[in-house]
């Protein structure tokens, strides 16, 4: 029952963990809220303006993330078609 697979014949390349998507939603969804925030601690613009640089920053980070992630792919890889091992069917062995 020990066969031998063959090598994965794709790479893939998994993005590094982030809390930017995180912040960039709070940061929106405090933005738009900000709007009836009004009396709440502050006023309603203080809300927004906050929230909007969060956003902002959380987008800076998203992007750098994503341009970073790009960049540190390799350029070029062995071309191989995607072929499929060919393994046959055995019935259960009657021990």
């Known amino acids: 029952m020990n066969e031998e697979k063959a090598p994965a014949a794709?790479?893939?390349y998994t993005p590094r963990p982030s809390w930017a998507?995180?912040?960039?939603?709070?940061g929106v969804t405090v933005a738009a809220c900000g709007i009836y925030a009004q009396g709440f601690m502050f006023r309603g613009w203080v809300w927004a303006l906050f929230a909007g640089v969060?956003?902002?920053?959380?987008?800076?980070?998203?992007?750098?993330?994503?341009?970073?992630?790009?960049?540190r792919l390799p350029r070029r890889q062995k071309t191989r078609g995607a072929v499929l091992p060919?393994?046959?069917?055995?019935?259960p062995s009657r021990d």
């Open 86 to 91: 060919v393994s046959t069917l055995k019935p």
């Open 54 to 71: 969060v956003a902002l920053f959380a987008l800076r980070s998203l992007v750098q993330g994503a341009v970073h992630d790009f960049f």
């Open 10 to 12: 794709e790479q893939v």
């Open 21 to 26: 998507p995180a912040f960039f939603a709070a």
